[in-house]
Structures are given as structure tokens and as C-alpha cells.
């Protein structure tokens, strides 16, 4: 049985691929939405091995099925029920062998021209990537916007932690940086299935997930069929849903009706409709969210640590130790895989807490880092057996050992304990240790096209948050918390030579807020001064996120 699509081509409906919505076709072998026709395998001994079984022991093998669930008879026929998908994905899901150009990028203009105005739009973004992954374009519009904060389980050990209260913080951030009210936040993992059932009460009558790719929209649909398994289908029209029959267990059933999920970015290629219980929603294309041009990751990391990346768990992200680094006048460098180089000042004594997967090395400066993941690829080694001693710890390829290929993000002036932000790599907790003492400004080294963002600890601000937001049992006290001072930064990209970084930050932050004077803080006081002295809170100088 197929399921068919809701696109309608010349008075017939056309099939649908089951994991990226294409309609398919088997006339064009190289074409989108190729598919090839499933045929059954053929095996007349197994056949007559079966038949014997009937006639010997059939009232026996009854009560086993029984006992011990369906038979490998019962069991193709329910395969036989899977709606089909097309090649690209069966490739891509089965084999992981994929063409990058078949997964091409959406706009939001794109996959905006099917949400209807009047729409309730779910906004879906990463919770540990934050800032990044929220759109003010989305959260700005004139559509109703609810924002769900996806893969808690990246930053917080149990759901416990993530209470519901600490959407005052995100109500009262989005309110003072980009003035718009939004009091719907809902925080899940569709991994552990944790607060799903609150996903599923908050959601409308008629739902439209909006993300960017990777978010965990699929993922969710999924988590969501779990929790009302036979209530919940995969819908061929508006109003009609697939047939199935009655007596399919629920994994079958989850077989028939899931949506496709893969880590391979812009997996989705058409809008697919779901029924949850008597609520539809609908599954759109992630499109891209980022402001630059985006990091070829296919080209410049190795396969099969992109394979990793994409699949890190709560285990990657939250059992790591940190990592001590004292900075050097030399430049001395921490580093994953030759994907960045974090860079403290030189004095300073670090901890580092790496939330991505691989090992971490510390290299004498950028430079040795860089010669390293050349001398891993030069004809003295060979790289497949790994000759050189480092091989298994670099991820990258040749053409990131070239300093050109990276961009300087200098930090804006910290006290305590950051976490840098990397878009679909990762995030590093950075902790100043020692006596309090300024002595430079902490930088980044990351590749061209992948943004960075800074923030206070997430763990920190929302205990706070819950603890202001109890205290008064009012977001008054909460929004009192982001007037004070900012939470979130972007980095300040410079030239690798620039020799001045504090000052070159301030010329760089007056050019950002030049359009809204009202985000500009301490501009009256001495920077040097102000950094220089150990302060009873924060001050976050020159912390400006541009959305």
C-alpha cells in the first residue's frame, strides 16, 4: 500500500517518497524522486520449510506466535505496507552514501509560501546552540509564534532541571532585544522522549514546524506518534489518512507512519501533513537560518567524524572532563580534531569543558596546529594507516590547514565562566581560573562560514531565572535580570593581524548598536579600567548579540 501525497499533477495524485515528501517517479534514473520498484524476494525452499513446519506442528507454532509475538511470514507483510521512498534517501539512510548536491538549501521565503497567513507557527530551535537557530524573521512576523526548544538533553542531565518556569528568561530576552511578546516556550528531547506530552498539549488545532535544518522538527513528529501510537497517521490529504489495518502492533504501526529522519542536513524536501491525535501538523523543510554563507562540512571534515558530529548524544555532551590550558606569549591552542583553536591569553590559567565529540590537543601556537594537519596529509606519511602519531586526531582536511581558511573571533571581556558557541559543531565551556587579573581577550580561530556566539552558562542563567521568577512569582523580576546587563554576545571577527583587539572591539560594537543607541552600556566609563578590576556582578562589556 502507498501513501499519496497531497500534490495533485493533471487530475492524479502522484506517491509520495515516505522520508523526504518528493514525489516519485522510475522513468528517470538520475532524476529527483527515482525510485526503484520493490520486488520480493523469491525463496521456494524456505516456501516448503514452512508448509512442512504447518503440517507438523501447527497447533504448536500457533501457540508460540501467540507467546512470542508475529512470525517472519507476518512480518514481510507488514514491510509490504511501508510506504516507499526514493532512492537519494534509501542511500542515504541505509548506506550512508549520499550526493550533497541532492540535498540542496531551503529559504524561508521558499518553504514560507506554504504557511498560510493566519497559520500557528512552532518555531523549533536547538537549546544548546542558543542564540543561534532562532530567526527574528520568524519571531517577528505577524503569525502567532510558540518557540520549542529542542535536544535539552545536550545541556541538562534530566528534564527535572529544565523546569517550565525558565521560559521567563527566553520571554523576557526576546522581549528587550527585539520587542515582541512571546509567552509560549516549551523545552523537549525527542531522544529520551522527554516532555513530549507537554509539546503535544501545547500544540494548536493545526501546527507548522519551522526550523532550520537539523533542528529535530522530523524527530518530534516521531516522539509525538509515540506517546498515542494508534491515534496518530500520516495523512494523504487534508483530512484522509493512510489506511492500515487494525491488528498491526505499534512498531509496524510507527513503520507505516513515521516521518524520515537522518542527520544528513535538508533531509526534508517537501511539506509532509501528520495527525496526532486530532491535531495536524505540519512538517516543513528546514531552511537555512544563518546570516553568511554556510561551512561546506561534506568537503573540509572527514566523513566519518561528520558522521559523529551529527550524531552526538547527551553522553558526548555532558560526561567530559575538562581540559587545563594555560595561555602562552607564544599563542598556545586548544583544539578538536584541527576543526578550531581556542586561544586564552597568555598567563591565564583555563579550564576547558569541550561538548562535541573527539579528543582534545594542545599545540604551541595556531601555526604548529595548522603544520600538523599539513604533515598529516604530506606524502611522508601514510595517512590510512595512520604512520603519523597525530592522524587519529585530526578530523579535517588538507584544505583546513591553511591559516587563510579561518577567521580571529576576538571575545568580548569576561568574568568567570563562558560557553563559546560553535553552528553545528559544538560548544566549549571556557572557566578563567586563579586570582582575577586582565590580561588580554580570549579568541577563536574557527573556519570560514561557520558562526560563533558567545553566552553566559546556560545551567547558570537558568537557575537564576527560576530563582527570580519564584521569588515575586512575576516575569517583572526576570526582565529586571536582562536590563541589567546581557546574556548573549556575538564575537568580533578581526584581522589576523590586528594588533589592538580592545580597541578595534570598541569601534566595532559603536558601528553595531549605531541604530539603537539604547543597547549601548558603560560607554562613560574606562574600558580598561572597568575589566581590569574584579566587579560583585558582571558587566559583560561590549556583549552585543546581533540578531
Not at 502 to 510: G, I, Q, S, V
Amino acid at each position: 500500500m502507498l501513501r499519496r501525497s497531497l500534490s495533485v499533477v493533471f487530475g492524479r495524485r502522484t506517491i509520495a517518497c515516505k522520508s523526504c515528501g518528493i514525489e516519485l517517479q522510475n522513468k528517470i534514473k538520475d532524476g529527483p524522486g527515482y525510485f526503484v520498484t520493490p520486488q520480493k524476494a523469491i525463496r521456494p525452499a524456505a516456501k516448503q520449510l514452512e508448509l512442512a513446519k504447518q503440517l507438523l506442528y501447527g497447533e504448536r507454532l500457533r501457540i508460540e506466535k501467540q507467546l512470542t509475538g508475529p512470525d517472519r511470514n507476518t512480518l514481510e507483510k507488514w514491510k509490504e505496507l511501508v510506504p516507499p521512498s526514493c532512492k537519494r534517501c534509501m542511500d542515504a539512510l541505509h548506506h550512508n552514501r549520499y550526493d550533497t548536491a541532492e540535498f540542496p538549501e531551503h529559504t524561508l521565503e521558499d518553504v514560507g509560501k506554504g504557511v498560510p497567513r493566519d497559520a500557528v507557527v512552532y518555531h523549533i530551535a536547538p537549546l544548546w546552540q542558543f542564540p543561534m537557530g532562532l530567526d527574528r524573521r520568524v519571531l517577528q512576523s505577524s503569525k502567532k509564534v510558540c518557540v520549542l526548544f529542542s535536544k535539552i538533553d545536550m545541556v541538562v542531565q534530566r528534564p527535572s532541571h529544565m523546569p517550565q518556569d525558565v521560559g521567563a528568561f527566553f520571554q523576557s530576552l526576546l522581549y528587550h532585544d527585539l520587542h515582541v511578546k512571546i509567552t509560549n516556550f516549551r523545552f523537549f528531547s525527542a531522544l529520551k522522549q522527554w516532555n513530549i506530552q507537554t509539546v503535544r498539549n501545547a500544540l494548536s488545532k493545526e501546527s507548522y514546524l519551522l526550523g532550520g535544518p537539523n533542528a529535530g522538527k522530523s524527530s518530534l513528529i516521531n516522539a509525538l506518534m509515540r506517546t498515542v501510537v494508534y491515534e496518530s497517521r500520516r495523512l494523504v490529504s487534508s483530512k484522509q489518512s493512510s489506511a492500515t489495518p487494525a491488528d498491526l502492533p505499534p512498531k509496524a504501526h510507527l513503520d507505516i507512519h513515521s516521518a524520515g529522519v537522518s542527520t544528513i542536513p535538508n533531509f526534508t524536501r517537501q511539506p509532509q501533513q501528520y495527525d496526532i491525535k486530532g491535531k495536524i501538523i505540519h512538517d516543513v523543510p528546514g531552511y537555512r537560518t544563518s546570516k553568511s554563507h554556510t561551512f561546506d562540512f561534506n568537503s573540509m571534515i572527514q566523513k566519518d567524524y561528520l558522521l559523529r558530529l551529527r550524531k552526538s548524544d547527551s553522553k558526548t555532551y555532558l560526561t567530559k572532563k575538562y581540559t587545563s590550558i594555560n595561555g602562552t606569549e607564544s599563542g598556545r591552542c586548544y583544539t578538536v580534531g584541527g576543526l578550531f583553536y581556542y586561544v586564552p591569553p597568555a598567563q591565564t590559567i583555563n579550564q576547558v569543558t569541550r561538548y562535541m565529540p573527539g579528543d582534545p590537543q594542545k599545540f604551541q601556537s595556531i601555526d604548529k596546529g595548522l603544520e600538523v594537519v599539513r604533515d598529516v596529509y604530506s606524502d611522508r606519511w601514510d595517512k590510512e594507516t595512520g604512520s603519523h602519531p597525530l592522524a587519529e586526531y585530526i578530523h579535517v582536511n588538507p584544505a583546513l590547514g591553511d591559516k587563510n581558511s579561518f577567521v580571529r573571533h576576538v571575545i568580548p571581556p569576561f568574568q568567570g565562566t563562558i560557553e563559546i558557541v560553535m553552528r553545528d559543531v559544538g560548544y566549549l565551556r571556557v572557566v578563567a581560573t586563579g586570582s582575577f587579573k586582565f590580561l588580554g581577550l580570549h579568541e577563536i580561530w574557527v573556519p570560514k562560514g561557520i558562526e560563533v556566539s558567545v553566552r553566559e552558562p546556560l545551567t547558570d542563567v537558568f537557575r537564576t531565572t527560576i530563582e527570580a521568577y519564584r521569588d515575586s512569582g512575576s516575569v517583572a523580576n526576570v526582565a529586571q535580570m536582562i536590563i541589567k546587563r546581557p546574556y548573549i554576545s556575538s564575537t568580533y571577527p578581526m584581522a589576523h593581524n590586528e594588533t589592538d583587539p580592545l580597541a578595534k572591539m570598541r569601534e566595532m560594537y559603536l558601528e553595531r548598536t549605531a541604530s539603537n543607541l539604547s543597547a549601548r552600556r558603560l560607554m562613560n566609563r574606562d574600558p580598561l579600567e572597568l575589566i581590569s578590576q574584579k566587579q560583585k556582578e558582571r558587566v559583560n562589556l561590549y556583549w552585543h548579540y546581533c540578531w
